[in-house]
């Protein structure tokens, strides 16, 4: 599937993406979805999360901010995915910090994610790789992650995607760069999150490989057109916010942004 047929499949169905994100993150993940066409849930509690995620279109899930109750509800919800053949996206949010997010994160990752999506640094730690980042910003380029990324994918045989200032995609054998975007992207807290999401709202309606390279080529279409009038991070978020509630599938069609290795 093309971009630009993937993009109408999500403005036209409308897909329910069941969002286990963190709470700074919250917010502006549900808004990105909105903007998109389609439908977010903020679901995380235990007694819940394996009767939603069969009823949803795609699960994502955040670990930015864990708890023991949380991470439970990560488990249940990986789990009943796996069994509704629910596609899941995991976002391994600064996991290489504590000791305790690594275990949750090896966990899950074992649990059989359809997308792991993480800038460089969070991809390099995943390959036990000594990597440059501090906290939840990426300290080594995407160039340095993509190796890493292709035996990752290899290995879980799934989608890897390295966001940052030109992202990767690969599953393995196919692999792409999407440019685009703007510099102001990494000053304003939760917009990979909201990437994340977003890649949910995508492969619901769309093979892994394909949803993954179509959200992240709207992303930095709407970053793009952001950065035409935003004076700053604030103005910003509010123009991207916008920018993606006007981008039609057809805007889309040529897939300029996007170079197939």
């Not at 109408?8 to 502006?28: G, K």
């Not at 057109?225 to 040529?254: C, E, H, M, W, Y």
Request: charged residues 15%.
């Amino acid at each position: 599937m093309k971009t630009e047929q993937i993009l109408t499949a999500v403005q036209t169905q409308t897909p329910l993406v069941h969002c286990i994100t963190n709470y700074v993150a919250m917010n502006i993940a549900a808004n990105v979805v909105l903007a998109a066409g389609a439908s977010p849930a903020m679901v995380h509690a235990e007694a819940e999360v394996a009767d939603f995620v069969p009823i949803s279109g795609a699960l994502t899930i955040n670990i930015g901010t864990l708890s023991p109750t949380w991470v439970s509800a990560m488990q249940k919800a990986a789990d009943a995915a796996t069994a509704s053949g629910t596609p899941w996206v995991l976002d391994p949010v600064a996991h290489f910090a504590t000791a305790y997010r690594r275990e949750v994160v090896q966990d899950l990752i074992a649990r059989g994610p359809t997308i792991i999506r993480g800038n460089a640094s969070e991809i390099l730690a995943l390959s036990g790789a000594t990597t440059a980042g501090k906290g939840a910003d990426s300290g080594d380029s995407v160039a340095d992650a993509e190796s890493a990324a292709t035996a990752l994918a290899l290995a879980q045989k799934c989608v890897v995607a390295i966001t940052g200032e030109v992202d990767f995609v690969t599953d393995g054998t196919r692999t792409a760069r999407i440019s685009g975007g703007s510099d102001i992207m990494p000053m304003i807290t939760a917009m990979g999150c909201s990437l994340t999401a977003l890649m949910g709202a995508f492969v619901a309606v769309a093979p892994p490989f394909e949803a993954t390279v179509a959200a992240l080529t709207m992303f930095a279409e709407a970053g793009t057109r952001a950065a035409q009038t935003a004076n700053g991070p604030g103005s910003f978020q509010v123009a991207f916010i916008d920018a993606l509630s006007q981008i039609k599938p057809a805007d889309l069609a040529d897939d300029a942004d996007v170079h197939w290795l």
